[in-house]
């Protein structure tokens, strides 16, 4: 069956502009989380939605970064202003609720120049 | 101090041997633990889950875990070219019961070659 899939695949912006990530969830998955992996890091957790709603933002960095998934299903992940620390790979994974193991997407490499 | 840690490597082992990965973790809470594999400009994809202590086995590969002593390693035995790869060992406080984070935290990775 189909996987998790983002878009755009690779994104290169300029500083200071905005920028949107999407994120396709493996169809049924109620859970769907954003990680932010910079180069030789491990995944760095940053939003998990259970359904519509966060049910826990803890790990965006500031009040730059903003996601939103409205229908339970996509999910967009939102940076204004973006700077040259924000480029990495943004990673969305997603999880059914009865079963643990987070399926990853391809991720979206941003470039910030 | 880092809650997840890995020696980064990298790990050469020919092929053929053992590979053994390690890792140590910080938060005594963790129950849920895991090992994605990731090769070079993919994303992770899990290898294995284990969640009480002792030994677990799938295929070529063994996930062990030692909650007294905060560690959990993965060995692969029979190791291919195939199976060279960045290892990143994760944590989860959640537990089977539901209840807990359901955020990963991550170590950096170790890097493994399988030498031909």
């Known amino acids: 069956g189909a996987g998790v899939s983002q878009t755009p695949s690779n994104k290169v912006t300029e500083k200071g502009k905005y920028v949107e990530l999407r994120c396709d969830p493996i169809?049924?998955?109620?859970?769907l989380y954003w990680y932010r992996q910079s180069l030789g890091q491990g995944p760095e957790f940053l939003i998990y939605?259970?359904?519509?709603?966060?049910?826990?933002d803890s790990g965006l960095p500031n009040d730059r970064f903003f996601a939103v998934r409205p229908e339970g299903s996509v999910s967009t992940l939102k940076i204004q202003r973006t700077e040259r620390g924000d480029s990495a790979v943004y990673l969305c994974?997603?999880?059914?609720?009865?079963?643990?193991?987070?399926?990853f997407g391809p991720g979206t490499r941003l470039l910030v120049l | 101090q880092k809650e997840v840690e890995q020696n980064s490597g990298p790990l050469s082992v020919p092929e053929g041997a053992i590979a053994s990965l390690n890792c140590t973790y910080s938060?005594?809470?963790?129950?849920?633990f895991f090992w994605y594999r990731q090769y070079s400009g993919k994303s992770p994809e899990l290898i294995m889950s284990?969640?009480?202590?002792g030994d677990k086995e799938d295929g070529r590969f063994t996930a062990q875990l030692n909650k007294a002593s905060q560690y959990v390693s993965l060995l692969i035995r029979d190791s291919q070219p195939s199976d060279s790869a960045t290892y990143l060992c994760?944590?989860?406080?959640?537990?089977?019961?539901?209840?807990?984070?359901?955020?990963?935290?991550f170590g950096k990775g170790t890097k493994l070659s399988v030498i031909p």
């Open positions: 284990i969640y009480s202590n």
């Open positions: 994760a944590v989860n406080r959640r537990g089977h019961s539901g209840a807990g984070s359901y955020q990963l935290t």
């Open positions: 994974a997603s999880s059914s609720l009865l079963q643990e193991t987070q399926y």
């Open positions: 169809s049924g998955h109620t859970a």
């Open positions: 938060d005594r809470g963790s129950q849920s």
């Open positions: 939605f259970q359904g519509t709603g966060a049910a826990d």
